[in-house]
């Protein structure tokens, strides 16, 4: 190689360099630009934001740092996208409720673009999530959403759950299989007209393809923000197996509606699934909101949202008798003198058990089983007390911030159903300030089954069983890990028999 082959060389190397250079300058500097008025936060680095804050760290107690610091509204930079938290019930009913218009559609995101094809009710937005809402909900009260109609296949299973229980003879027990197991039933019930046995091999393999996704895409965060990563050799952020394991469901509850449609009767439509195909038969399947595959992922969304939350809940609400015992015994007082030993609870006692009524509230603020509720997203530049968030942000109501709010609730960390009672015993109307089921627009759907549930649930469990620790000196505990849903630790107790 002659001096000028080496000069061109040398040149082309140091081009080549300085154009890198230029480039990384460019991209640092752009994650470091902040659009005017965003909402006040950390800074954070370039190209990563945030992350480093976020590492090995509750969510929720970084999150009420940064409220302490910042105010209602701030902003952190999660990887390249922008994060919104609102906090407080005046900001969040101001922008979710008043503002309802601006801040009710999803973020999307890989799962919810790729996999789902922006279908069903939970993570899509804009005209098609309207119809299928509405048609969702319309349909399934007419099957006895909120409605006593519903209350004897309610009944049906908490008979065959309080049964399982007693076949344990108040052995220590980790009763979180069969809880789930038991709620999923009522899904089953209303989506395809049939519950399983909780012995049935399908149907604890279907339960466990939504249990374990239900833990996988708590941890596949990375994708939402750092799409690219999918693309890395292995399965790191456990994208492939999401994808599996979102085939089987697929193929469970397309076997489910094909077998629907071969017997359908548009006449007397048996469940939701048939309602479904009635509505199909009369748009047809070139809408978009009336297709088989947005009828999967409704049927989908009715499980995750209606099984694990619930269930989630109930669990919570045991640990805190196992740990009150004075409460677990005024509640079996009220449902002995309500309803007596002869019967089921029934939804027509309800009115008459207030104590129920504030002790439930409180089982639901103190599990703060959503306490970020599921994410909004900026589809375009929202303007909101003064700042600017920008299209493309992601937004999260902090539910946490007023489950917490120690103006609403005095020791707010300290479990006490009285908080909810006047002096004559009734509710004095502290519990409309539990938001457990988020507002707005992106109201839970199930949200007067899921009430039902823990009614007809727990007065039959208070009824026939006692709830004690696996052992006097091992109190469970009250631990938690926050995934999609906040849960309690796994913990075994005895349900002893009442005679």
């Known amino acids: 190689m002659d001096i000028m082959d080496y000069l061109s060389l040398l040149s082309f190397n140091t081009v080549t360099v ?74 969040l009913k101001e922008a979710f409720v008043k503002h309802a218009d601006d801040f009710s559609d999803r973020p999307g995101g890989y799962i919810t673009e790729v996999i789902l094809k922006n279908k069903g009710f939970g993570g899509s937005s804009g005209e098609r999530w309207k119809r299928t809402r509405t048609f ?40 979180k299989d069969l809880t789930v197991q038991a709620i999923s039933n009522n899904i089953c019930s209303i989506t ?21 996704n239900f833990r996988l895409v708590a941890t596949a965060g990375a994708v939402m923000n750092y799409p690219w990563v999918r693309f890395l050799p292995g399965d790191v952020f456990n994208i492939k197996q999401i994808i599996n394991n979102f085939d089987k469901i697929m193929a469970f509850v397309t076997g489910h ?25 009369k748009h047809g399947m070139e809408d978009p909101v009336f297709d088989d595959m947005n009828l999967t992922v409704v049927v989908m969304a009715l499980f995750t949202a209606g099984t694990d939350t619930t269930a989630t809940m ?15 015994d005024k509640l079996r007082q ?3 003198t309500v309803v007596g030993t002869s019967r089921l609870p029934s939804l027509a006692d309800k009115p008459a058990m207030p104590y129920y009524e504030a002790f439930i509230t409180e089982v639901l603020r103190m599990g703060n089983i959503a306490p ?12 909101f007390r003064g700042m600017m968030i920008p299209n493309g942000s992601m937004i999260i109501p902090l539910l946490d911030s007023v489950m917490t709010d120690s103006e609403m609730f005095e020791n707010p960390y300290k479990f006490e159903p009285e908080r909810f009672l006047g002096k004559d015993g009734q509710l004095n109307g502290k519990e409309k300030n539990v938001i457990a089921f988020s507002l707005g627009r992106r109201v839970c759907l199930g949200e ?47 349900a002893v028999k009442l005679s």
């Open 257 to 281: 509606i094909e077998e629907h449609r071969s017997s359908l009767d548009e006449n007397s439509p048996r469940d939701f699934i048939d309602a479904f195909l009635v509505e199909q038969q």
């Open 192 to 212: 395809f007209g049939n519950r399983y046995e909780y012995s049935d091999e399908k149907f604890k393999r279907l339960i466990s393809l939504f249990a374990d």
């Open 372 to 383: 970020l509720a599921v994410p909004h997203g900026a589809k375009k530049d929202i303007h």
């Open 448 to 494: 007067s089954l899921a009430r039902m549930e823990l009614f007809l649930f727990l007065t039959s469990l208070l009824q026939r069983f006692e709830f004690l620790p696996e052992s006097p000196d091992k109190l469970p505990s009250f631990d938690s890990t926050l995934g999609l849903v906040r849960a309690s630790k796994d913990y075994s107790c005895r």
């Open 334 to 336: 009220e449902i002995l």
């Open 314 to 328: 109930i669990r919570w609400a045991i640990l805190y008798l196992i740990h009150n015992k004075p409460i677990q």
């Open 18 to 91: 300085a154009i890198v250079v230029v480039l990384l300058i460019l991209l640092v500097s752009r994650s470091l630009q902040w659009p005017a008025n965003l909402p006040p936060g950390p800074t954070g680095y370039p190209i990563i934001g945030c992350l480093p804050m976020l590492k090995n760290r509750n969510l929720l107690d970084v999150f009420r740092e940064l409220r302490g610091k910042y105010g209602d509204v701030f902003c952190l930079k999660i990887g390249p996208k922008y994060t919104v938290v609102i906090n407080g019930s005046k900001a």
């Open 136 to 175: 969702s909900l319309s349909t399934l009260r007419d099957f006895g959403f909120g409605r006593r109609s519903l209350e004897s296949r309610l009944q049906e299973e908490v008979t065959a759950y309080v049964d399982a229980i007693e076949k344990l003879n108040g052995k220590p027990h980790d009763l």
